[in-house]
C-alpha cells in the first residue's frame, strides 16, 4: 500500500499549465513543483512567464541546469501556439502528463448590453481553449497511456450570478467538455476532470468583489464567511494530478467554502 507522501507525489510528471503565471495557475504550478512535478508555465505575457519560472525555481533550490521550471507563450485560442508549448515541455523535459487549463478572462456587464464579440471571446478562450489544448497534449497522453486533464471551471457553473452571462455560460460550457473527455479518453489512460473555486480574488475578478456590496454578499452567503485563497485551489489539484486521484474520472471538484450549499443558518457576519 503506498504511503501518505507517495500518495501525492507527483516526481517523474511534468505539467502543462495554461495561465500559469498568477492567481490560481501559478498556484497549482507552485504546488506541482513542492510535490515533485516539474512545471511549464504558459501565459500571454513572455516577461511573466519567466518571472513564475524563476519563482518556482526558487522554490525547489535548484542551481545550474537542474531547473524545474521553465516558461513559454501560449495562446489558447491559437492551435499553433499551444503545439509550441508542448514541444517545448518535451524538448525541455523529455516528456508531458498533465495539463491544466487554468487560462481566463473575465467580463461583467447587463447581458442586454453583451455583445456577440464578447461573448464569443469568453468562449472561445475557456472551452474551445481548453478543447485545443487538451488535443494537441492527448496525442501525446494516448501514446504513453498516461496523462491527466484538468479544466477550470467555476462556482459559477453551478449557481447564478448577475451580469456574467458569458463568464457562466463558457464555464457551465466546461463541465460538459470535461465529462465527454473523461468518457471517451479514459480507454487511452487519460483522466479529465475539473475544478471549480468559489470566490478567490485574483487579478480577474479582485476588483468586482473586494470591498463591495456584492463582495460582502458573497461573505454573508458562504459558512467560512472568508473569500478563498489561490493555494486552497492548488491543493485539489494536486490530489487529481497524483496517485492519489488515479480512479477520480469525469468528476468536478468544487472547493468554496460551503457556499453552494448554504441555505439558512447562522449568520456569518458579526456585530458588536
Known amino acids: 500500500m503506498s504511503t501518505q507522501?507517495?500518495?501525492?507525489?507527483l516526481s517523474g510528471k511534468v505539467a502543462l499549465i495554461c495561465g500559469g503565471a498568477s492567481g490560481i495557475g501559478l498556484a497549482i504550478a507552485e504546488a506541482f513543483v513542492r510535490h515533485g512535478a516539474?512545471?511549464?508555465i504558459g501565459s500571454r505575457t513572455q516577461e511573466k512567464v519567466e518571472e513564475a519560472a524563476t519563482h518556482l525555481?526558487?522554490?525547489?533550490n535548484t542551481s545550474g541546469d537542474d531547473v524545474?521550471?521553465?516558461?513559454?507563450?501560449i495562446d489558447v485560442t491559437n492551435q499553433h501556439s499551444i503545439e509550441h508549448a508542448v514541444r517545448k515541455?518535451?524538448?525541455v523535459f523529455g516528456g508531458l502528463h498533465i495539463l491544466v487549463n487554468c487560462a481566463g478572462i473575465h467580463c461583467k456587464k447587463p447581458t442586454f448590453d453583451l455583445t456577440e464579440n464578447e461573448f464569443n471571446d469568453l468562449y472561445n478562450l475557456h472551452v474551445t481553449g481548453s478543447l485545443r489544448a487538451a488535443q494537441v497534449c492527448g496525442h501525446i497522453f494516448r501514446e504513453q497511456h498516461d496523462g491527466c486533464i484538468i479544466n477550470l471551471a467555476s462556482i459559477s457553473s453551478f449557481v447564478d450570478l448577475v451580469e456574467v452571462a458569458a463568464y457562466a455560460a463558457a464555464k457551465n460550457a466546461v463541465l460538459g467538455l470535461t465529462r465527454s473527455l473523461a468518457n471517451e479518453w479514459a480507454k487511452y489512460g487519460i483522466r479529465t476532470n475539473a475544478i471549480a473555486p468559489g470566490f478567490v480574488?485574483?487579478?480577474i475578478n479582485r476588483k468586482f468583489i473586494e470591498g463591495t456590496d456584492r463582495g460582502r454578499r458573497i461573505i454573508e452567503h458562504t459558512p467560512m464567511a472568508r473569500f478563498g485563497e489561490a493555494m486552497e485551489i492548488a491543493g485539489g489539484a494536486v490530489y487529481l494530478a497524483s496517485p492519489a486521484g488515479r480512479f477520480v474520472n469525469g468528476h468536478t471538484l468544487v472547493i468554496d467554502g460551503g457556499f453552494q450549499a448554504c441555505g439558512i443558518g447562522d449568520?456569518?457576519?458579526t456585530s458588536e
Do not use: H, I, N
Open 68 to 73: 524545474v521550471a521553465t516558461g513559454v507563450t
Open 38 to 40: 516539474q512545471a511549464v
Open 5 to 9: 507522501t507517495e500518495l501525492f507525489d
Open 267 to 269: 449568520s456569518t457576519t
Open 89 to 91: 515541455a518535451m524538448d
Open 201 to 203: 480574488p485574483t487579478a
Open 57 to 60: 525555481d526558487g522554490l525547489a
